[in-house]
């Protein structure tokens, strides 16, 4: 009989979750916000980035985040490039959040 491998104890940092995605911080720091992944198979509209004020193409893996603090609608929502998301701390806002 094969022996049994005890069980490790992996001590992960705890991640924030909603229900509907990861909270992580935002572009200016000090703000938290929700963070979903959009896989390319359902991205099925055109969006532009607030970071680089390109167009995210049909078709094309994405990022969508919104204010945790508000309950918000969709007038909150930014789709951003999962790259642009990744560096929004080192790079500004190239579009206003209006």
């Known amino acids: 009989m094969p ?3 005890p069980k490790r104890n992996r001590t992960q940092p705890v991640l924030l ?4 995605g990861r909270v992580e911080s935002g572009p200016q720091g000090g703000e ?3 963070v979903r992944q959009i896989p390319g198979a359902r991205a099925t509209k055109t ?11 049909p078709g094309v893996a994405h990022v969508v985040a919104w204010p945790a ?3 918000g609608g969709a007038e909150d929502r930014r789709h951003w490039h999962t790259g642009c998301w990744a560096g929004r701390q080192t790079r500004g806002l190239t579009r206003r959040w209006s």
Do not use: G, L
């Open 17 to 20: 979750r909603s229900a509907t």
């Open 47 to 57: 969006y532009r980035c607030p970071s680089c004020d390109h167009e995210i193409r």
């Open 32 to 34: 938290d916000f929700i």
């Open 69 to 71: 603090d508000s309950i």
């Open 3 to 5: 022996r049994r491998q």
